[in-house]
T-cell receptor, first 114, second 114 residues
Framework: AQKITQTQPGMFVQEKEAVTLDCTYD???????LFWYKQPSSGEMIFLIY??????QNATEGRYSLNFQKARKSANLVISASQLGDSAMYFC???????????FGSGTRLSIRP | GAVVSQHPSRVICKSGTSVKIECRSL??????MFWYRQFPKQSLMLMAT?????????EQGVEKDKFLINHASLTLSTLTVTSAHPEDSSFYIC??????????FGPGTRLTVL
């Protein structure tokens, strides 16, 4: 069975600092995809970044990068040069090839201090 | 990018009534759509997978007779909450999977049952 774990319920970071949001996962399927979504107070789910299990390099999208450590089954999100607008809930999610569905971790609430 | 809409964005209803929520993929066809439920300060929990032209697949613990799902076309899935009770009050989010396998989320519907 798939499982996603986010151990940080909340984080406070000073503006312009980098922040790492932790995510570990568990699956028996060798083929899977990992996602990070941002959910601001409006409720919409904003896709940030995707990492495939067979991708050789860590995914990057602008200020977002995914620190993918396959052996440790971790997929941490790194946000560089944080901005006030980064304050939101962040969800790690996974989909493996045996299931068509995406499941989510419990989320981390990130608050950026000015 | 692809757009998924939900209607209504907010709905307030009396206990015992039924409420229908629509999920539409606006610029792509989606053979598969997903319905999630999110309680305050919690993660998204998958309720069911909706496949065009066939019966929905419900997750364990989700009452299929209470949460009726219809996926009558490649661009529309509906979730009907029947005989709604206050405990059904929640944020309902749909997502649609495109041919590229990317999953796009709708903006969500906030249901309040009085």
């Amino acid at each position: 069975a798939q499982k996603i774990t986010q151990t940080q319920p909340g984080m406070f970071v000073q503006e312009k600092e980098a922040v790492t949001l932790d995510c570990t996962y568990d699956t028996s399927d060798p083929s899977y995809g990992l996602f990070w979504y941002k959910q601001p107070s409006s409720g919409e789910m904003i896709f940030l970044i995707y990492q495939g299990s067979y991708d050789q390099q860590n995914a990057t999208e602008g200020r977002y990068s995914l620190n993918f450590q396959k052996a440790r089954k971790s997929a941490n999100l790194v946000i560089s040069a944080s901005q006030l607008g980064d304050s939101a809930m962040y969800f790690c999610a996974m989909r493996d090839s045996s299931a068509s569905k995406i499941i989510f971790g419990s989320g981390t609430r990130l608050s950026i201090r000015p | 990018g692809a757009v998924v809409s939900q209607h209504p964005s907010r709905v307030i209803c009396k206990s015992g009534t039924s409420v229908k929520i629509e999920c539409r993929s606006l610029d792509f066809q989606a053979t598969t759509m997903f319905w999630y439920r999110q309680f305050p300060k919690q993660s998204l929990m998958l309720m069911a997978t909706s496949n065009e032209g066939s019966k929905a697949t419900y997750e364990q613990g989700v009452e299929k007779d209470k949460f009726l799902i219809n996926h009558a076309s490649l661009t529309l899935s509906t979730l009907t909450v029947t005989s709604a009770h206050p405990e059904d009050s929640s944020f309902y989010i749909c997502s649609a999977r495109a041919q590229s396998d990317t999953q796009y989320f709708g903006p969500g519907t906030r249901l309040t049952v009085l």
